[in-house]
């Protein structure tokens, strides 16, 4: 399985029009909402200017067919809109497990705009670094070892989520995965059989594997809210 996606979350009209809106908005230190000490950076606060922004990126999400088959969520966290000046960076960490299954990053800034900044992924034994195009999105698991690289010109501005899974251990999430995918091929592609008699259906492979999703749902599938996961 691939250890992250990168998705188009938003159009570059929707994040300008987040960003022309920043300049309203109420910032504060982004150490005063916990994580690394050593964490510089500025957050959104949270008001009601805040709340139209935060629904515009998670609607992104909701509304992305490969958000929603690799991560299988029930519910996204609150957006923690970022913005790091020169001299920010949050050095390497990994997330708190109540948060959700996977890390969620969205680029709102052009990579040419600033210099550093590059989030940092340790996986299979190296760091890959990472700097999207604005409205990119870059997902990952949790647990997965980051950073962000420390700012030397210009200023990044993300947006920071969290989704929480259908299925809580991850074997179990890759094997829904792919009987999604079998289904959706089904979906598209498989042999009309709305003409066939009930004894006929029972036996076609398509009325199977719905009743094999339906089963592995049943015993498997979490309804847990963000926090108890």
Known sequence: MDNYLIIDTLSTDEVDDIRARFADCSWKSGADGGGHKYKLNAELVRDEKYDELDTKLVSGFARNADFNSFTMATSCTPTIFSKTGVGGQYPLHTDAPALGHYSLTTFLSDPDEY?????????????????????????????????????????????????????????????????????????????????????????????????IISGFERRFHSRNSIGQG
């Open 115 to 211: 210099e550093g900044g590059e989030l940092q992924l340790y996986m299979n034994g190296s760091i890959n670094s990472f700097k999207l195009e604005r409205g990119k999105s870059i997902i990952y698991n949790a647990g997965t070892p980051h950073a962000v690289d420390k700012v030397t010109k210009g200023e990044r501005l993300v947006g920071v989520n969290w989704a929480l899974s259908s299925y809580v251990d991850s074997d179990i999430r890759n094997i829904a995965r792919n009987l999604k995918k079998i289904m959706n091929h089904y979906d598209e592609f498989g042999e009309d059989t709305s003409e066939l008699s009930y004894a006929e259906k029972m036996e076609h492979p398509h009325f199977i594997l719905q009743n």
